[in-house]
């Protein structure tokens, strides 16, 4: 038997407008779907304003824990967008203009008949040492150092850098998935639960309850990397819906028998 391979990754969103509410974040669902697909497991997110220390200590606590982090926002023209700052000083390399980033954004400024002020060359600005990430949509690259993929705000620019890194990294096991429609609330179902999850550690089972009308049911998904295993616990569960539906039948029937 093949053993499973898991890869992991965190996200590491960065913007003062995220925290105040100014801006609602597009940017982490898109990851952790894609991530998900390709076999990578998302298993932090953090969200941090536009400080440098705050950015460096997050920073330094995801890359040494996880095998990729991302991060979203800061990489602009703009006096505020210092995430490229804050990445180098947490790599401990200078952050200077890349002479190829200078280059790409300068002819694009060129063919779009603008200036290529000062502001628009800090987007060229990265750790010493960077790769760039393509950016296929506004020209200005995201960098990659060490772990580390550094990409913009915009959710257009963002999805199009997300795809040019994806093929380029280490993926894991792909996490599959049950879903077992469960019309009893968590109240009813969580010690059967347990007792199921205790008895199947491989895979990992989560209730999500829903409250439509006047009455609760919930969604039970059963996650694993092993459809045997996800298929044995999923039976399991579907049995526990039935012994509690069978159970309250003859509750319902005694009842209208008194």
Do not use: W
């Not at 304003?49 to 330094?60: F, T």
């Not at 705000?153 to 093929?167: E, I, K, R, T, Y």
């Amino acid at each position: 038997m093949s053993q499973d391979i898991v890869v992991t990754a965190a996200m590491l969103a960065i913007g003062d407008e995220l925290l105040s509410g100014r801006t609602k974040d597009k940017n982490i669902g898109h990851l952790a779907d894609l991530l998900t697909l390709s076999g990578i497991d998302l298993k932090e997110v953090r969200i941090v304003a536009d400080d440098e220390e705050a950015i460096v200590e997050a920073l330094n606590a995801l890359r040494g824990k996880y095998d990729y982090v991302f991060t979203s926002g800061g990489i602009g023209p703009t006096h505020d967008d210092i995430t490229a700052d804050a990445i180098s000083k947490a790599f401990g390399v200078p952050c200077e203009y890349d002479e190829a980033a200078m280059t790409l954004l300068a002819e694009m400024y060129r063919r779009r008949e603008m200036e290529f002020t000062e502001a628009r060359q800090r987007m060229a600005r990265m750790p010493r040492g960077a790769a760039h990430i393509a950016n296929p949509v506004s020209t200005a690259p995201g960098f990659i150092i060490g772990n580390v993929h550094v990409m913009a705000g915009v959710p257009q620019v963002f999805q199009a850098m997300v795809d040019n890194v994806l093929p380029t990294l280490r993926t894991g096991t792909p996490v599959l998935s049950l879903a077992i429609a469960c019309p009893y609330g968590e109240g009813e179902i969580g010690t059967p639960l347990t007792a199921i999850q205790k008895a199947h550690p491989e895979t990992s089972i989560g209730s999500y309850p829903r409250y439509i009308g006047q009455k609760f049911s919930t969604e039970i998904v059963v996650r694993g990397r092993s459809q045997a295993a996800i298929d044995a616990a999923g039976a399991e569960v579907q049995a526990m819906i039935d012994a509690i539906r069978q159970r309250k039948d003859i509750a319902e029937n005694h009842s209208a028998e008194a």
